[in-house]
């Protein structure tokens, strides 16, 4: 019987990462297009403002309601598969959109809202499915290896995105076609991958259900709560500037989509090159330890982009970025593994999504509102003016917040010296090296 279920959950995870991969060639297609899309269908930068916000508030309202649709409906492997055919069916119609007649724009928000929608639907099913196929001490050094690897194929099909816009630079109608087009065929196979998953029973127990407002009021008291704040605060400050570095780089600087897409995976590429040590010190040190780190590391990004526009130094600057967010994000999810219980762990990780997805919603909202209206002060561009707005917002919530919430597993003792060269970047260069010298000798 073991053996069995052993067999079983080995087999759930091969399905799974088959999903990742057509997954994150989706991803690699539109993560970083969505914006150039929208302004060769001619959108204004409050419009760039709603394509990033209005998705986000539609995902928050989703994720809400997701944990108890799903112990009404506790078939997580359906659940997931059908939200992700969907998703499928949104990235085909997009493809089209630019051969419509008329105003395209709000059409466009609208698709782009119902696809993240279905997407954050289902994005607390699969945590908590995955939680519960993964062994939990291997949290941090599987999602960090499957995050390295799904990221090459993200970051090569972002290339290949980046080369089909340069290769029909004459028709970039045409080229904005094929890269949705593929899109949608890549997420209808990973929907397919996903079914084949083995449903693992869900663990309700209805005297620990709890609702949003529940959740919220035991701010005071709960660790946990104080956690979704902090992250929630970060991504706020963060998105009030996240969708006008496109923009920045498109319309003000005037930069090629190749130039655009070389500095865009810079940030994927150091990512996936840091990854391995943000798990690793996270099982180690502790995921609240390491995101803390990492997140002293944030407000520095928006602060940055003002000094030059040289791609090079840009290039720089988003690998940085991407070491940064790697393990902010890594460990963000792993703390949350270690900190719900699987009875209550889609229930929280609803909730906390949905707390995000509005902190998202008003900082896009409000970040298009000010692209339009902040002065350039002494900079080249009125935009460097919301980073500059971005980066002081998230050093406020580091000074406020950083400390409020704790770790919640027993972990090893870290000296600041240690602490420090983490800060510095000097043991991700240490454990690359090492993971270099491991592969090599193999």
């Given at each position: 019987m ?6 079983e ?25 969505l ?25 928050s309202l ?10 009404r409906?506790?078939k997580r ?54 939680s ?39 028709e ?9 087009f593929?899109?949608?065929i ?5 929907g ?5 998953m ?7 127990v ?37 969708p ?20 865009t995976?810079?940030?994927t ?13 996270g099982?180690?040190?502790?995921n ?15 602060l940055?982009w003002l000094?030059s ?17 790697s ?50 002060l ?9 980073f ?12 406020f ?42």
């Open positions: 073991a053996e069995r279920i052993i067999e959950r080995r087999e759930s995870l091969r399905n799974s990462f088959f999903d990742g991969l057509f997954a994150s060639i989706n991803l690699g297609f539109t993560q970083n297009y914006t150039p899309f929208a302004l060769l269908l001619g959108a204004n930068s409050f419009q760039i403002g709603l394509i990033s916000s209005f998705p986000q508030l539609a995902s989703t994720q809400i309601i997701s944990p108890d649709l799903i112990e409906w506790p492997v359906k659940f997931i598969s059908y939200a992700v055919f969907l998703q499928a069916f949104l990235w085909l119609l997009i493809s089209f959109l630019p051969f419509l007649p008329g105003e395209k724009i709000f059409l466009y928000i609208l698709l782009l809202t119902l696809n993240t929608s279905f997407g954050s639907a289902a994005t607390p099913v699969w945590q908590s499915l995955m519960d196929t993964v062994e939990k001490e291997r949290y941090g050094a599987y999602f960090a290896w499957r995050g390295r690897v799904l990221g090459f194929v993200t970051l090569i099909a972002n290339f290949t995105a980046g080369f089909l816009l340069f290769l029909f630079a004459d970039k109608v045409f080229g904005f076609f094929l890269l949705f593929i899109s949608a890549t997420r209808a196979i990973s397919y991958f996903i079914s084949r083995v449903e693992i029973p869900l663990r309700v209805p005297e620990r259900r709890f609702s949003y407002f529940g959740f919220i009021k035991r701010l005071p008291e709960s660790n946990f709560v104080k956690f979704t704040l902090f992250v929630s605060l970060m991504n706020f400050a963060t998105f009030i500037a996240a006008f570095f496109s923009v920045y780089m498109l319309r003000d600087l005037k930069f090629a989509y190749s130039t655009y897409t070389l500095i995976t810079s940030s590429l150091a990512s996936l090159l840091t990854l391995p040590f943000w798990g690793r010190y099982d180690r040190y502790g609240a330890r390491m995101l803390k780190v990492s997140a002293l590391l944030i407000p520095l990004i928006p940055l000094i526009a040289n791609p090079i130094f840009l290039i720089l600057i988003n690998a940085f970025a991407g070491y940064a967010w393990g902010f994000n890594l460990c963000a999810v792993n703390f949350i593994f270690d900190a719900a219980s699987p009875e209550v762990r889609t229930r929280c990780l609803g909730y906390f999504n949905f707390t995000n997805g509005i902190a998202l919603f008003f900082g896009g909202l409000i970040g298009g509102y000010l692209a339009g209206r902040v002065p350039s002494f900079f080249r561009s009125p935009l460097l003016t919301l500059l707005i971005s980066g002081i917002l998230r050093l406020l919530t580091n000074l917040l950083l400390k409020r919430f704790r770790e919640v597993r027993g972990v090893e003792p870290i000296e600041g010296k240690e602490l420090l060269s983490v800060v510095l970047g000097l043991k991700p260069v240490l454990s690359l090296s090492e993971d270099l010298l491991f592969w090599k000798k193999r």
